[in-house]
Nanobody
Framework: QVQLVESGGGLVQPGGSLSLSCAASGFTFSSAGMSWYRQAPGKVREFAASISTGGSTNYADSVKGRFTISRDNAKNTVYLQMNSLKPDDTAVYSC?????????WGQGTQVTVSS
């Protein structure tokens, strides 16, 4: 059974940083493309960042240069380092695993950027 558990969210002031983690189980982590998505109140879920099995990364224009996605296959964990946070980054962040042409995602962790 695929399980994805996010952690690390919280309240941070504009300009601050947060590091999110997503612990994965129930599948061969090293064989799955992993992504982070986010959903702000009243908005559709949107792509933030992805990392392939080979380590190639891709970012939404809105987070490029501020967010960094990484993975540790030994720990079955994907990370999202978020710097220079803005109020527009406020959202529920969830990780996504692409396994055998199917997307799975966790329940998410809330990130609130506010002074």
């Amino acid at each position: 059974q695929v399980q994805l558990v996010e952690s690390g969210g919280g309240l941070v002031q504009p300009g601050g940083s947060l590091s999110l983690s997503c612990a994965a189980s129930g599948f061969t982590f090293s064989s799955a493309g992993m992504s982070w998505y986010r959903q702000a109140p009243g908005k559709v879920r949107e792509f933030a960042a992805s990392i392939s099995t080979g380590g190639s990364t891709n970012y939404a224009d809105s987070v490029k240069g501020r967010f960094t996605i990484s993975r540790d296959n030994a720990k079955n964990t994907v990370y999202l380092q978020m710097n220079s946070l803005k109020p527009d980054d406020t959202a529920v962040y969830s990780c996504d695993a692409y396994i055998r042409r199917t997307h799975y995602w966790g329940q998410g962790t809330q990130v609130t950027v506010s002074s």
